[in-house]
């Protein structure tokens, strides 16, 4: 069965860089069908996708964050990782990994709560 | 992109059907085939209910289906139970380079 497990620190200061791993189980991250994305929930808002990486490489973002976002895979590891760099409060949020579709996002991770500040 | 338009709130009694509505445009909703929803409790991940617009993934219940026309496309939960209520997101494939678009959610109570 496969699962996704997110890791990471909990708490980011403004302006510094927020990193988060997510742990593939189950099957491989080397799949040719499927991408590995990042989507993030603010607290009692409604879910943004970040990002998506396929085991080869290739990566889409999205318009409004590309300057400050990357996503990355290790398939020696089973892991895709997510990087946002200079974070605001307004990137405070619940951030999920998925396994991509064409547009469906299944399953998904626990998610794991980030928060900005000082 | 900007996110799609669904109801904030939707309302229903036990047994009773409900139909959440997704409106996108002819660049995500109405271009593709692509249309997701999924459900999400109190505190935990999003679940997906429904794929490819119609496609139900294995142990999701028939109580739970989708439609598509035009720009907007639909999901309908009939004999409603006390366990469906929860928010409801839709998303759409908006073409190369994104993996999809959200609606903005809607909160089913079950009365």
Redesign the interface.
């Known amino acids: 069965q496969l699962q996704l497990q997110e890791s990471g620190p909990g708490l980011v200061k403004p302006s510094e860089t927020l990193s988060l791993t997510c742990t593939v189980s189950g099957d491989s991250i080397r799949s040719i069908s499927y ?1 590995w ?1 990042w ?1 993030r929930q603010p607290p009692g808002k ?4 970040i ?2 990486i396929h085991f080869s490489g290739s990566t ?1 973002y ?2 409004s964050l590309r300057s400050r976002v990357t996503v990355s895979v290790d398939t020696s590891r089973n892991q895709f990782s997510l990087k946002l760099t200079f974070v605001t409060a307004a990137d405070t949020a619940i951030y ?1 990994c998925a396994r ?12 794991s709560l980030v928060t900005v500040s000082a | ?1 900007s ?1 799609l338009t669904q109801p904030r709130s939707v309302s229903g009694s036990p047994g009773q059907s409900v139909t959440i509505s997704c409106t996108g445009t002819s660049s995500d909703v109405g271009g ?1 085939n ?3 929803w ?1 459900q999400q409790h109190p505190g935990k ?4 209910m429904i ?2 617009v119609s496609k139900r ?1 294995s142990g999701v219940p028939d109580r739970f289906s989708g439609s598509k026309s035009g720009n907007t496309a639909s999901l309908t939960i009939s004999g409603l139970q006390a366990e469906d209520e929860a928010d409801y ?1 839709c ?4 073409g190369s ?9 809607t909160k089913l109570t079950v009365l």
């Open positions: 991408y994305g989507i409604g879910l943004e996708w990002g998506s889409y999205n318009a999920y991509v579709g064409y547009s469906s996002f299944d399953p998904w991770g626990q998610g | 992109q996110a593709y692509y249309v997701s999924y991940a999003p679940k997906l794929h490819d993934p997101y998303c759409s494939y908006a380079y994104t993996s999809g678009v959200f609606g903005g959610g």
